[in-house]
């Protein structure tokens, strides 16, 4: 009996991954709706034909799991790239942790290296966020990220 107690809120803590009901997913409110928009149209226009798509997912927790861990299995169940080209990018955020990841599939590591995705971290995203402006820094990095794969389309 004492090691199902220990389970049973190990499994209330299971990590959840939302849905991919569109290019940006935003469970935690931190977008205006207007910066949602233009960010999911201009997605769209991107991954036109073969061209790289790029999703943002903004999240309350990833609890238990790592920035590192959650950001790889969603990019996984969310299929972001075609396929036979692998030419996904995925923005995630975890309000709660605080954490930011940048997640690149394999076709586009070359054009998208750590160092590239690190400094759209370190330049764009984070000084915003630190001053508690989500809006801005989620879509400067956006921005950055749109217009290093695009030129690549």
Known sequence: MRKLAFLVPLLLIATTYPPPSNYVVDEAGKLSQANKEEMISIAAKLANGNGPEIAVAIVNSIAPETIESYSIKLAEKWKVGKKDMDNGV????????????????????????????????????????????????????????????????
Do not use: C, M
């Open 90 to 153: 995925i923005l995630v955020v975890a309000v709660k942790e605080r954490k930011v990841r940048i997640e690149v599939g394999y076709g586009l590591e070359a054009v998208l290296p750590d160092s590239k995705t690190g400094l759209i971290l370190d330049r764009d995203i984070v000084p915003h966020l630190k001053q508690g402006d989500w809006n801005s820094g989620i879509r400067a990095g956006f921005n950055s990220i749109v217009s290093i794969i695009g030129d690549n389309k």
